[in-house]
């Protein structure tokens, strides 16, 4: 009976470890390199994609509908910076690319999607959760996260930080 308990608290510890590690992305990239902030929406048809900074106002980094961008609500900032990686929307990709990275451009990002047919209203007004959270470090040159290939670095610490505690509680 204890080698069962035992096996299911380790069976639990990896299933927080992993929730975890997906829920929050962490990418780091160094002032004045581009970055793309992964967000995929499946193979679903999208009418629009909002891609958000909460701490912002206007929180838009990107809203994109009707196969353009919409630059209306989109924070100053980020004018003629960020884009889609891929505008055709293929196999749900609707990962984000910010150019030119500023230390400003630190924060939370969050991806959410609306999905069917065209719209007729003039924004989306996307109500869901978000489908991608990722929070985006700017760092120093020379910084130890830095990747050699795009300057990206996914940073799984949470996840497992997230783990141990939830390992201590069931303990």
Not at 72 to 98: A, C, W
Request: with cysteine; glycine share 8%.
């Amino acid at each position: 009976m204890a080698a069962v308990r035992s096996y299911s608290v380790y069976i639990l510890l990896y299933f927080f470890c992993f929730l975890a590690a997906q829920g929050l992305q962490v990418i780091s990239v160094e002032p004045g390199g581009d970055v793309t902030l992964p967000c995929s929406a499946g193979d679903d048809s999208i009418r629009a994609v909002e891609w958000t900074r909460t701490d912002l106002e206007p929180e838009y980094v990107l809203y994109y509908r009707d196969g353009r961008s919409d630059p209306t609500y989109q924070h100053p900032s980020f004018k003629g910076r960020v884009d889609l990686t891929d505008r055709e929307m293929k196999d749900g990709n609707v990962s984000l690319v910010i150019k030119n990275v500023i230390i400003s451009d630190r924060g939370t990002y969050e991806c959410r999607v609306a999905k069917g047919g065209p719209s007729r209203r003039k924004r989306a007004n996307i109500k869901t959760d978000p489908i991608r959270t990722i929070q985006l470090e700017v760092t120093a040159s020379g910084s130890e996260h830095r990747n050699a290939g795009n300057g990206n670095h996914i940073n799984t610490h949470v996840g497992l930080a997230v783990g141990l505690i939830a390992f201590l509680l069931l303990c």
